[in-house]
């Protein structure tokens, strides 16, 4: 018996996805840890309220370092959960073809978006910058860098940057500092 007989195209394409997806993840989590031995259970401060969108300026009481390390830990947890979903979604068997098709496109989104912001903060701090962090959603862009005072110069070497590897429009992209 032929082996596409055994397994179907859709099956095929399907554990595809689910390997780039794990691939993804995994890069993700290996090129976000920081490594700078801060406890990233910390919290940034108490009296921060939850209805707050990564990526704009914001006033902290906490150093950079502790922002940036709670941010992507807070980050990694949304995108587990939503990964999660997607598994969960993706083993059920009473799914129909294309409801299937449409949990696996999210996946394959959902990885994407992993990808850009690891390649944005890595091309970001190769450009001098001590810390950066990426937000991309399907309709925007927002990066966090740390620096001591952001020129117009150095915001547009980011805006390129996010543009070169999202596509997305320059007044779709937020740029923040934290100092």
Partial sequence: MK????????QIILASLVLVLGVAIYLNYTFSES????????SVNSETTDDRTYGEAQLTSA?????????RVERKKARD??????????????LSDEEKEVATNKALEVSQQIESENKIETLVKAKGFQECLAFVDEDSVKVVVQTEGLD????????????????????????DEVQ
Avoid: C, H, R, W
Wanted: hydrophobic share 40%; no cysteine.
């Fill in 35 to 42: 490594g700078n031995g801060y406890d990233i259970t910390a």
């Fill in 152 to 175: 117009a110069e150095q915001a547009a070497q980011i805006k390129n940057i996010i543009v070169e590897e999202t596509n997305m429009p320059a007044e779709n992209i937020v740029v």
């Fill in 81 to 94: 959960e939503s990964v999660e979903t997607l598994a969960t979604t993706l083993k059920d068997s009473s």
């Fill in 63 to 71: 150093e950079p370092d502790e922002y940036f390390t709670a941010a």
């Fill in 3 to 10: 082996l596409n007989m055994i397994l179907g195209k859709k």
